[in-house]
């Protein structure tokens, strides 16, 4: 199982996505792949920060279609999860190794669930000790 990140979506939801990521997503079995409350979060928070026009109405619809399609593959950053962050953040910061709060969340939650992640940006991820899949490079 497969925990998206906020940058792989993102990617995804672009008119024309990198040729190695729409590459990657289209050979992984969609009931595989999840998303976290947090990257949904990040993604309407984005969609709502822009200006009102042609490309937040299409951004828009795009997340409302996502999240249709992840209908019952959204996971939530719940009380398993808070416990992982504290415990990953304590072991990064013992470690001398930064734990950004919304990476730091998705790691959590993928954690706790035993998921591994895809994601640009594995300094967190790594940092929890999860398994790092970039959708960018895989396949190279």
Known sequence: MILLDTNVVSEAIKPEPHPSVRAWLDVQAAE???LSSITVAELL?????????KRKDLL??????????FDRR???????AA????????KARAAGKGFPTP????AAIAAAHGFAVASRDASA?????LTVIDPWTTGD
Request: net charge negative; proline share 4%; no cysteine.
């Open 45 to 53: 928070y984005g969609v709502g920060a822009m200006p009102d026009g």
């Open 125 to 129: 991820f790594d940092a929890a000790g």
């Open 32 to 34: 595989t792949l999840f």
């Open 60 to 69: 828009a619809v795009r997340i409302d279609s996502l999240l249709d399609q």
């Open 83 to 90: 416990r992982r962050y504290a415990d990953l953040a304590v």
């Open 103 to 106: 990476d730091g969340y998705v």
């Open 74 to 80: 959204v996971l939530s950053f719940d009380t398993p």
